[in-house]
C-alpha cells in the first residue's frame, strides 16, 4: 500500500489507521496525529519559532517508528508540507548520518529551504576502468541504508574524474562508472524507479576552491530529492 493512491479528501486520522490495519503495527498513533493539526499550518505560518518546534517534533516521532512501518507515510506528508518543506524537514537527519560516515553534503537550497542534497563520496576505481572492487561495494552501504530508510527519496548519480582536460575518453569513463554504481546498486535494492538520471560529468565541474587536475576532485555524487 502507499498513501499516494489513498484518496485526498482522505483525513490524516484515516490515512495513520490504514497504515496501523496493514502493517499490524502496534505504532503510537497519538502523537502523530495532534502533530498533523499543527502541520497543516505550517504551509503559510511566518512564525519560525512555531515552524521549527513542529519540525523537531516530527523528527523525533519519525525517529521512535520502525522504518518499515512509515512507508508511504513520507508521501502524505510531503503533500500536506510542500516538498521542500518536507525535505528541510529531512535533511538534519540525513546530514547526521552522512557526517558519522565520512560522507560530504552539500544543500540546494530555495527560499531558504533545502530543495537537495548532494552527497559526495569518494569511490575508488581502477586507473581509466570503470569495474568496482568488493570493498568499494562496501562503500555503498551508506547510499543504501538511506534508500531503504527514505523510500519516498529519488536520486541522481554522477561521476566525477580529476582530469585537467574534458575528453570524450573521461567523458565515457564517467558515464560507465556512474552506471557501474547503479547496477550495484540495484543489485542490493529494488530502486530502479528511484533512479531518475546517471551520468559521468568528466571533469567539467570541479570542487568548489579546487582548480581541475586535482585528485579530490575525483568523485561519485547521489544527488537526492523528492519528486
Request: glycine share 2%; hydrophobic share 35%.
Amino acid at each position: 500500500f502507499c498513501f499516494s493512491i489513498i484518496v485526498a479528501s482522505c483525513s490524516f486520522k484515516e490515512q495513520i489507521n490504514t497504515v496501523n490495519k496493514n502493517t499490524n503495527s502496534d505504532i503510537e498513533c497519538k502523537s502523530l496525529l495532534e502533530l498533523s493539526e499543527e502541520t497543516l499550518l505550517l504551509k503559510n505560518t511566518n512564525d519560525n519559532k512555531k515552524r521549527k518546534q513542529v519540525e523537531l517534533e516530527f523528527q523525533n516521532i519519525r525517529k521512535k517508528v520502525e522504518t518499515d512501518k512509515l512507508v508511504g507515510l513520507g508521501s502524505y506528508c510531503a503533500t500536506i508540507l510542500g516538498k521542500v518543506n518536507y525535505f528541510s524537514m529531512m535533511k538534519e537527519d540525513l546530514k547526521e548520518f552522512a557526517k558519522h560516515q565520512q560522507i560530504q553534503t552539500q544543500e540546494i537550497k530555495n527560499q531558504n529551504k533545502t530543495e537537495r542534497l548532494i552527497l559526495s563520496q569518494k569511490i575508488p576505481f581502477p586507473q581509466d576502468r570503470f569495474n568496482l572492487s568488493t570493498e568499494s561495494e562496501e562503500l555503498l552501504k551508506p547510499i543504501l541504508t538511506i534508500l531503504s530508510k527514505y523510500p519516498e527519496i529519488h536520486i541522481k548519480i554522477i561521476a566525477h574524474s580529476s582530469e585537467r582536460r574534458i575528453s570524450q575518453f573521461d567523458i565515457w569513463l564517467t558515464d560507465k562508472r556512474a552506471n557501474s554504481i547503479k547496477k550495484s546498486l540495484l543489485k542490493q535494492e529494488n530502486i530502479q524507479d528511484r533512479i531518475q538520471m546517471v551520468s559521468g560529468f568528466s571533469c567539467f565541474q570541479p570542487l568548489p576552491g579546487l582548480k581541475k587536475g586535482d585528485p579530490e576532485n575525483e568523485r561519485i555524487e547521489f544527488i537526492l530529492f523528492l519528486p
